[in-house]
């Protein structure tokens, strides 16, 4: 089953072209070369399109590392855990 966490570590992956065993509870903004702003816009249209959201702006500059992009998911609804079928996009 692919769960939401997955689905996040996924857009990270894709945006910010890190590798998929990166330390996700330490991954930070301009933490690692990455991750700038330019990255920044292109991980948020990730997170977007996986999860189906559109994230207000208070929250785009608000996302300064991984843990921070979770807590606020869960501000639109993702769930974190056992999710069941409807959570996340499914992108298979």
């Known amino acids: 089953m692919v ?3 997955k689905i996040l570590q996924q857009a990270f992956v894709d945006a910010l072209d ?10 930070a903004y ?5 991750w700038d702003s ?3 816009m292109r991980l ?3 997170i977007e399109d996986a999860f189906d959201v559109m994230i207000d702006t208070e929250d785009v500059i608000d996302m300064s590392s991984y843990p921070k992009v979770r807590e606020i998911l869960a501000k639109y609804g993702v ?3 056992m999710e ?3 959570a996340g996009r ?3």
């Open 3 to 5: 769960t939401n966490e």
């Open 18 to 27: 890190v590798p998929a065993d990166v330390a996700w509870e330490t991954l």
């Open 30 to 34: 301009r933490g690692i070369e990455q």
């Open 38 to 40: 330019v990255a920044h």
């Open 44 to 46: 948020v249209a990730e």
């Open 79 to 81: 769930t974190w855990g």
């Open 84 to 86: 069941g079928a409807g």
């Open 90 to 92: 499914n992108r298979e």
